[in-house]
């Protein structure tokens, strides 16, 4: 199977996303439930202990037997409920209670390793001390957990600290971070039509399923880092407006109209159908 990028489209996506950044950074993020639960932590544990917890479960949020919107939810309630520090206990307990155990053992060593190390830390005595330089951040985690810096669950994890930043009312500096490539982020790229690939007579979301995690992921990463670029709107803070509208769009069952219609329902944000149009062109031809 070949997978390039289409050049010529990712320039047309990222002047269609071009004037959302403001929007994205100003209106969405807020609403982003994923920030919601940033939030409940803040509220009742303060920046230091939240900078660490969302770190922690961030570099967990995989293989998930939930969404991700209330994976999240759940570990905001679970441990806005804990008083002191926390520990691999609460981890097992949380992740036992959300019925998200699929390599529970592996997890827990990450849990065990980011604990021990300089960067927990630093983060128990200053939670907002990376705001500045976010890619800092996730250089440390990388090293900790002995991954690669732009894996999925570090990116991932700097975005979400990002969140707490944002809750401090610090503007996060995600420098040139890339994208986390998850599913959602994954189906975009292909809906958008910025891949080119012999997949036409393959159903699309097993498509995007297989290139979760696959070799193609680099592509994918690569395809939106360009959208970035040419847009201005750092991939971290793009992925807050991709991983909502994917997750609008799979309910609206790719209506452009409709997906608009769900996403201002639910967000209050109002997005351009022309954006909708462009970002699902090629979810028909491709399903």
């Known amino acids: 199977m070949g997978v390039k990028i289409n050049t010529a489209r990712t320039l ?4 269609m996303l071009k004037p959302l950044g403001n929007v994205i950074k100003k ?3 807020e609403v982003d439930p994923q920030y919601r639960a940033v939030q409940l932590l803040v509220d009742f544990h303060g920046y230091n202990l939240t900078s660490l917890l969302v770190i922690l479960n961030s570099v967990i949020s995989y293989q998930l037997n939930l969404p991700g919107e209330e994976y999240w939810s759940k570990f905001a309630e679970f441990f806005s409920r804990v008083k002191g520090d926390v520990d691999t ?3 097992k307990q949380f992740l036992t209670s959300v019925k998200c155990t699929r390599l529970v053992d592996q997890k827990i060593k990450r849990i065990e390793r980011l604990l021990r190390s300089k960067l927990a830390a630093e983060l128990r005595i200053n939670g907002l001390f990376y705001c500045s330089n976010i890619k800092d951040l996730s250089r440390n985690i990388a090293r900790t957990l002995n991954t690669k810096v732009h894996s999925k669950t570090v990116v991932f994890a700097s975005k979400m600290y990002g969140y707490v930043c944002h809750s401090a009312g610090i503007e996060p500096n995600y420098s040139d971070l ?5 599913y959602r982020n994954a189906l975009l790229a292909l809906t958008s039509c910025i891949l080119e690939s012999d997949i036409y007579t393959v159903d699309i979301k097993k498509c995007a399923m297989k290139f979760t995690g696959t070799q193609y992921a680099h ?3 690569k395809a939106w880092s360009i959208i970035c670029d040419e847009s201005g709107i750092p991939c971290l803070l793009l992925d807050t407006f991709t991983w909502l509208f994917t997750r609008e769009a799979m309910k609206a069952g790719f209506s452009p109209r409709i ?4 996403f201002n329902k639910n967000y209050g944000v109002s997005i351009p159908v022309e954006v909708a149009i462009t970002l699902l062109e090629c979810a028909e031809k491709r399903a």
Do not use: G, R, Y
Request: proline share 9%.
């Open 12 to 15: 047309t996506v990222a002047s």
């Open 259 to 262: 997906t608009v219609e769900f």
């Open 89 to 91: 206990e609460l981890f």
């Open 219 to 221: 592509i994918i990463q």
């Open 27 to 29: 209106n969405l993020v």
């Open 178 to 182: 890339p994208i986390p490539v998850d």
